[in-house]
């Protein structure tokens, strides 16, 4: 299948079991576009990003990251990805300039590239000072910070990230926020990114997919979903989603 999208979902299942934790939604995201990932705890956003790196098997349907095929050629995807999950651990003892360089060398960079980009994105993230520190002590904002450097380490052309200002102050959000944006905009980095910090999706996004329950309740360009459902902010869209879907 011939496609200019940067993502392509078709009728994309996960069942666990007798559970369905995504049930066969579709949706596209353009070359270069941030696009907002909404729903609440369990929705099927974690498991629709980690389907896309093939980190979790689809049931059924199809999806393409970058025109190559998901389940067949994830290890291209991969490389080709910077990933952030909601939850994850990384290694106490190591410092973040020794984590970056390992996860370089996961990526079969070459040492010296590997270590030009990580001095930049300590740089970028104001990790420098503690860049020889062991991650054991850092706080959930440095954490953060060091999850989202790995992400950025490969200079991704796609990048998913779950939940990724979750920990992070007022002056971290906005300055991932303008990151975001200038990877968009500057290098043609296309984002997608979960939050359930909704005006963070309506600053950013001109395109959302909103899942409740793990369906697809909307889709689609943020003014008009607003418009259509008769409401003035992100929150009241939402709001008037989840209650149809009640109703």
Do not use: W
């Not at 999706?201 to 259509?228: I, M, N, P, S």
């Amino acid at each position: 299948m011939t496609t200019t999208h940067a993502i392509d979902v078709e009728g994309l299942t996960k069942r666990f079991g007798e559970v369905t934790a995504v049930d066969e939604i579709t949706f596209a995201v353009e070359p270069g576009e941030v696009f907002g990932f909404m729903g609440h705890n369990g929705a099927g956003k974690t498991t629709t990003l980690r389907m896309l790196l093939g980190l979790t098997p689809l049931t059924s349907g199809s999806a393409r990251v970058l025109g190559r095929e998901v389940g067949r050629e994830t290890i291209e995807i991969r490389r080709t990805a910077g990933y952030l999950p909601a939850h994850y651990t990384l290694p106490p003892d190591m410092t973040p300039r020794q984590f970056l360089h390992y996860v370089g060398a996961m990526f079969g960079l070459p040492r010296g590239v590997v270590a030009a980009r990580a001095e930049a994105l300590l740089q970028r993230f104001d990790l420098v000072r503690a860049a020889d520190r062991a991650l054991r002590g850092f706080s959930t904002g440095m954490t953060q910070k060091v999850g989202l450097a790995q992400a950025l380490l490969n200079e991704p052309r796609v990048l998913l990230l779950d939940e990724p200002t979750s920990g992070l102050d007022p002056l971290g959000r906005h300055e991932l926020l303008e990151l975001l944006r200038e990877l968009a905009r500057d290098k043609g980095v296309t984002v997608v990114f979960s939050s359930h910090i909704l005006s963070d999706v309506e600053a950013l996004c001109r395109r959302v997919a909103v899942l409740h329950r793990a369906r697809l309740v909307a889709f689609g360009d943020v003014e008009h979903l607003k418009a259509q459902h008769g409401v003035r902010t992100m929150d009241d869209l939402y709001l008037a989603l989840v209650r149809k879907e009640a109703a």
